[in-house]
Nanobody, 125 residues
């Protein structure tokens, strides 16, 4: 599986962005897919995940503001981000891998073997 993110950019606080992650290979539908983010000097943290049954989970910090979704026809994973805050500023990565493991934002990044190159999101106050 190869993953390519797009859609990052700069936005003012309160604004919105939508990230996309194009996936190659038709087996990705049997995968757990997720979005992670990282700021320099800090560990990568899980933001949202979606499993093969469509179950979605979110980190507490983004609940109610971010929405993860997939478009199977386009082999694409999305992250709709609304009401953005300055603390959402980070490099965002999409990731995928096949269980067995719990498909949750708290799942350690080492569980995911497939990663995109990242897309920067900058939110100014």
């Amino acid at each position: 599986v190869q993953l390519v993110e797009s859609g990052g950019g700069s936005v003012q606080a309160g604004g919105s962005l939508r990230l996309s992650c194009g996936a190659s290979g038709d087996t990705y539908r049997s995968y757990c897919m997720g979005w992670f983010r990282q700021v320099p000097g800090k560990e990568r943290e899980g933001v949202a995940t979606i499993d093969m049954d469509g179950t979605k989970n979110y980190a507490d910090s983004v609940k109610g503001r971010f929405t993860i979704s997939t478009d199977n026809a386009k082999n694409t994973l999305y992250l709709e981000m609304n009401s953005l805050k300055s603390e959402d500023t980070a490099m965002y990565f999409c990731a995928a891998d096949a269980p067995p493991f719990f498909c949750l934002p708290s799942t350690k990044e080492e569980r995911f073997n497939y990663w995109g190159q990242g897309t920067q999101v900058t939110v100014s106050a």
